[in-house]
Nanobody
């Protein structure tokens, strides 16, 4: 399983970005998808998750501003980020939880940088 994240960049406070994450490979089925971020000097923080039934979960720091969605046919997740704040700056990593050969495994992508600054 390989993940390719894209969509990061520089955006002013109050702006929006949409991140995408495409999973590739074969022999697996996707159970859950998610996004996490890591700011310099801080631990990685989960910011959005969506399960196989479409239920979503967000921490209070981004709830109401971030929206995760998925396209199962394209093996892709999206993270729509609105009203971005400087504290949203960090490297954003996408994640998938897959079922493969009777096992459940987690995979992470390399990350895409989001910078919120004027």
């Amino acid at each position: 399983v390989q993940l390719q994240a894209s969509g990061g960049g520089l955006v002013p406070p109050g702006g929006s970005l949409r991140l995408s994450c495409v999973a590739s490979g074969s022999g697996f089925s996707i159970i859950g998808m998610g996004w996490a971020r890591q700011a310099p000097g801080k631990q990685r923080e989960i910011v959005a998750a969506i399960n196989q039934w479409g239920s979503t979960n967000y921490p209070s720091s981004v709830k109401g501003r971030f929206t995760i969605s998925r396209d199962n046919a394209k093996k892709t997740s999206y993270l729509q980020m609105n009203n971005l704040k400087p504290e949203d700056t960090g490297v954003y990593f996408c994640n998938v939880r897959v079922s493969m050969s009777g096992r459940t495994e987690d995979y992470w992508g390399r990350g895409t940088l989001v910078t919120v600054s004027s």
